[in-house]
């Protein structure tokens, strides 16, 4: 692995207002390659929010460090302004924040901040609508309201990838989406995964959606790192898993209870292609021994 870009060591974060506290991150240590894409999954309330606001300096550790691109985020006198530069991120319901009359205007906005030349900003805009399917010369006059949900949120995509960040962060993007909305949105982050190079983290409660985009996943439950790996290893822990109030996604499932009830079906088994393979040998075995 090249050398990671996002390290955390040892991260606590407590919440405090007045006299009650809330230790909502409890002894967190990961890496993230750079250019990878990591899940880190948990139900609402297990901290996942809060982990990724360190990655960009929103908010500062109790206890603990967090290495981006070798800044230590939480050392005084960080410039956070760059580091927001560096580490977008996409809010839930980000659409909520559009607010330009042009969807051009929009998407212009950050990277106007960044007080860059005009054709500097231009090549931006354009280049980050095209990557979300909304191509400016179609787009870019026309107002963000007149889009569809998925569309807007699209928008809003554009917005930070306009600012070129190493690292992109979201933060349940697809919630409150419909299904055709929710299957476009992963494929322009599959998009902006093959043509940016950028490290992608994903916020969600839903591990089969994110699945097949993750490199890594991280399952979090009530403030600790329960489990890491990649999806394959962590879909045969259905029962831990299912401890933290997640399901594997339906095949993982199905595969993982035919295997505790006495099928040897190896633990490499885990797309569906594999799983067809691997019937169809068993049941070439059955056959033949049953012939002899
Ligand atoms: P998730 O993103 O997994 O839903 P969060 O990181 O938002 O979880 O929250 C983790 C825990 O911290 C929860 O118990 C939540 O109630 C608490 N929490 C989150 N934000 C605050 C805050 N600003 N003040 C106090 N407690 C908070």
Redesign the pocket.
Known sequence: MSEPIIIVQHLFHT?Q?GTIS?D?LIDINLEIARGSCTAVI??????????VQHFNGLLRPTKGTVLVDGIDVGAKGVDLRMMRQRVGMLFQFPEGQLFERTIFADVAFGPQRMKLGRHEVRARVMAALETVGLPAHEYGGRSPFDLSGGQRRRVALAGVLAMLPTVLIL?EPTVGLDADGRAEFYTYLRRVQDMQGVTIIL?S?DMAEVAALADQLFV?HD?RMVLQGTPRSIFTESERLRQCGLVAPPLGELLSVLRTRGLAIPPDVFTLDEAFLWLRDALNVLHISKKE
């Open positions: 919440y207002s809330k909502a948990g139900v609402t309330g297990s901290g996942k929010s809060t982990l933060d916020v409660h979090l403030g």
